[in-house]
């Protein structure tokens, strides 16, 4: 039954007389509008943020272009469903000669091989490929598919559009029907908080709906208490743009700062469970790597780097296992920030210190006059001397010739760096104090 679907599926538009927003690709005359008008559509991406009409856009598209729609997520499918769809597309086209719109919804999280697959067929016109995606396809979309197809940017809705899509579902009667009434501050702060996703609007709209008793006249007036409720009821959902999204990696970050497999693999699993991009996760589990074990164990950012790698390979479903391995082993991992520390000290000294030139000592000489000048002079080539490390020498301006940047713990391996640089810089010092340091206070740390 139609009322059992949400609001938002209710109320989606069904022609471009309906449809809200986006004038500069659907608004009369643009390319698109024209192309979809006529029914010529070509190969496309649908570049933008969530509920804006991807999804929308493209069964539209597909309507007026006489065309069969299929539609598979690239969240849930695989290779074996999309080649089965495509098979059913390509005998459908050399049967009745009408073609198939195969629409992949968040395309990015299929991995290369995966769109591999699609492109022989989109490239035979078998299938006219409309992929929809919140990231830049120039990054996620291989170059190949890429290039047969083209890309339409879609923008945040506006406050109006989203005002529009609202009171639209209030009176439409596949929507609300005309049983609801929105105090003016009510609608103000949904249309705000939307944040230009129609699609939070109109599930926020239906939250509070739902939850508002009928009046003696059988409507129900819903006010600011009750949208508010209803868009605090939503943010206990995982929205990849909103504040769940940045709390639930901050928790995961924490976890495996703190050393903590359970709690790591639990918010890793939270996330994944959630939908969350698994490239997203996958360069945090990097950036932990080296910011928060650093060098007390290199091997972690190998790990890290792997897991990545493997994750872009398989793609999801599989992919959380890469993930949650790298994961337990960052939390296990000796920690160490002593790199971040020292970077925190040199980007300082970058911004208050003087950009001195570099020291002739340290300078090629590749003409007689530079030579002349003193470029190269003194220089001492480190493979001639001992355990090939040239003494009293420093690579330093000679206004930071006492600075540290990097000052090592005595943890994991890093313990044995730290010997080996003490006997290094026992070596070159040249009437140095080498217990000075740049100090150990660290940058601030950056919010996760």
Avoid: C
Avoid at 87 to 103: C, I
Avoid at 106 to 117: G, L, P, S, T
Avoid at 146 to 164: I, M, W
Wanted: proline share 6%; hydrophobic share 40%; net charge neutral.
């Amino acid at each position: 039954m139609a009322s059992a679907q949400p609001l938002a599926a209710r109320m989606r538009p069904r022609d471009l007389a309906e449809f809200v927003g986006q004038p500069h690709l659907v608004g009369e005359g643009r390319v698109l509008r024209k192309a979809i008008d006529a029914g010529q559509l070509p190969s496309m991406i649908l570049w933008g943020p969530p509920g804006t009409g991807k999804t929308t856009l493209a069964a539209i598209a597909a309507k007026k272009a006489n065309a069969r729609f299929v539609a598979i997520s690239a969240v849930s499918s695989g290779v074996a469903e999309l080649r089965k769809l495509i098979d059913e597309s390509r005998k459908l086209h050399q049967l009745t000669g009408q073609r198939s719109v195969l629409f992949i919804d968040e395309i990015h999280r299929f991995n290369k091989a995966q769109q591999d697959v699609v492109l022989p067929y989109v490239e035979n016109g078998d299938v006219i490929l409309l992929g929809a995606t919140t990231e830049n396809p120039s990054f996620e979309v291989n170059s190949a598919l890429l290039s047969r197809s083209r890309v339409y940017t879609l923008q945040p809705l506006s406050e109006e559009d989203v005002r529009t899509i609202v009171r639209d579902a209030m009176a439409d009667q596949r929507g609300l029907a005309g049983g609801v009434s929105l105090a003016d501050d009510a609608e103000n702060a949904l249309v705000a908080v939307s944040n230009g996703d129609a699609r939070v609007a109109l599930n926020a709209l239906e939250l509070a709906s739902d939850a508002t008793a009928p009046g003696p006249d059988g409507r129900r007036a819903i006010g600011l208490a009750e949208i508010r409720e209803a868009l605090q009821r939503r943010s206990l959902l995982y929205d990849r743009a909103g504040d769940q999204h940045y709390d639930t990696i901050s928790a995961f970050i924490k976890s495996v700062r703190g050393s903590d497999p359970d709690a790591a693999l639990y918010w890793l699993m939270r996330m994944i469970d959630a939908g969350e991009d698994p490239m997203f996760i996958a360069r945090r589990i990097v950036i932990l790597a080296g910011e928060d074990v650093g060098l007390a164990d290199p091997q972690a950012l190998v790990i890290a780097s792997a897991a990545q790698q493997a994750t872009h390979l398989i793609g999801f479903p599989e992919g959380y296992f890469p993930l949650a391995e790298a994961t337990v082993y960052l939390a296990l991992a000796p920690k160490s920030d002593s790199l971040k520390r020292g970077l925190g000290e040199l980007q300082k000294d970058l911004a208050e210190t003087r950009a001195d030139p570099v020291p002739l000592h340290l300078r090629n000489a590749p003409t007689p006059l530079m030579a002349r000048l003193g470029y190269g002079k003194d220089y001492k080539y480190a493979h001639d001397y001992e355990d090939h490390v040239a003494p009293d020498t420093s690579y330093l301006p000679e206004s930071l010739q006492d600075r540290r940047y990097y000052v090592p713990t005595e943890l994991g391996a890093e313990a044995k760096l730290k010997m080996r640089l003490e006997d290094l810089r026992r070596r070159t010092a040249r009437g140095r104090d080498p217990s000075r340091t740049a100090g150990t206070s660290g940058p601030r740390p950056v919010a996760d």
